[in-house]
């Protein structure tokens, strides 16, 4: 279930890795792009708006999670690469001592700030209340993203991104039975959204954490393994924080643009919130091209083939041309057929 990267051609290894995350990626937006669905057919537009109008403040707590955990899986892939099966175990258990740990602060620190982030960004009053119903169980959650793609990070890591998408997928069609449980039998409304994540998020975390014990004999670390090597922990650090703040560091003029929308009320915030999902949905591409050089530069460096990482990035960027050209055509084309999933019978102001 590993994947060599050092040997074969980039392009068919950049194909054979990325597509399964690709969509995982796309089922991981499906999380939220569900939510944001049902609470619209199912609540109504105020509830959406609501859903929608902390979209970008998940956006940067999990953008920074999902760039760490990547970040620390390019040290794993690096020991893999260059065959030290004891550098894998210590770079996988110091992997998992910062993933913990920087979970830990981001929720404390997303706790604190969420109430005056929301009232920052001009939130309406007539929302306020589910929308910080609704964070506040995400951001509670964290733990749930962060070991999951933690976990997924470290299979990828070790050449393997098919099997973290079987769970995501599991774990996807388990968030849409909950949705629908938890708003229409339950009608716990927002907070119905918000639990649903979690659960299932934590559900396909759990999984993967099980599958990788059993599975790979080298995950199966012991009390040495996580003995403190402080190369480890600053490694995984210089890689990982310019990739937290690489995912999340947009979502910073995300926040100033939702506060300029939120001033317009809930139909605006309503119609940004459709709009955003499906420009979310259509840059996943990019995002698993990310992910999969990163894992492919790793390994090589490992190796000592500087050359197949040069050749590599040369492909890459024009693959990366190719399919962001494609993604913007669908936008222009076909992105207001996509906001009927989430609104029903929408207004012409939605429209606009």
């Known amino acids: 279930m590993t994947n060599d990267m050092t040997q074969g051609s980039p392009l068919k290894i950049f194909i054979f890795f990325s597509i399964p995350l690709l969509i995982g990626n796309i089922f991981q937006q499906l999380y939220s792009m569900v939510d944001t669905i049902i609470v619209g057919r199912f609540v109504g537009v105020d509830a959406l708006a609501a859903v929608g109008s902390t979209g970008s403040m998940f956006f940067l707590v999990n953008g920074m999670i999902l760039g760490l955990t990547s970040g620390f899986g390019v040290l794993v892939s690096q020991k893999f690469g260059a065959k030290d099966e004891e550098g894998v175990k210590k770079a996988v258990a110091s992997n998992i001592t910062l993933t913990l740990i920087s979970t830990f602060l981001m929720t404390v620190i997303a706790l604190i700030v969420k109430n005056p982030l929301l009232r920052m960004m001009n939130t309406p009053e007539n929302i306020f209340d589910n929308a910080n119903t609704y964070i506040t169980i995400i951001f509670a959650g964290l733990i749930t993203q962060a070991l999951y793609n933690m976990s997924a990070g470290i299979l990828r890591a070790l050449g393997d991104s098919k099997t973290p998408l ?51 004999q080298v995950l199966r670390l012991k009390k040495e393994d996580f003995k403190v090597e402080t190369h480890y922990y600053t490694k995984h650090l210089k890689i990982g924080v310019p990739m937290g703040l690489q995912f999340s560091v947009t979502a910073v003029g995300i926040i100033i643009v939702q506060s300029a929308i939120n001033v317009f009320g809930s139909i605006v915030i309503a119609s940004y919130t459709a709009s955003s999902k499906v420009l979310q949905l259509v840059m996943q591409p990019s995002i698993s091209f990310g992910v999969t050089i990163a894992t492919y530069a790793g390994q090589n460096l490992g190796a000592g083939r500087f050359d197949r990482i040069k050749n590599g990035m040369k492909i890459m960027n024009k693959v990366s041309i190719v399919t962001s050209l494609i993604a913007g055509a669908i936008l222009i084309f076909l992105g207001k057929y996509f906001v009927t ?10 429209f606009s």
């Open 341 to 350: 999933l989430f609104i029903e019978n929408p207004t012409p102001e939605i």
């Open 166 to 216: 079987y769970f995501l997928i599991i774990s996807s069609i388990l968030n849409v039975i909950l949705d629908l449980v938890f708003i229409i039998n339950f009608k716990m409304g927002v907070s119905g959204a918000a639990y649903a994540t979690n659960i299932a998020q934590g559900f396909s975390a759990v999984l993967c954490l099980i599958y990788s014990y059993k599975r790979f």
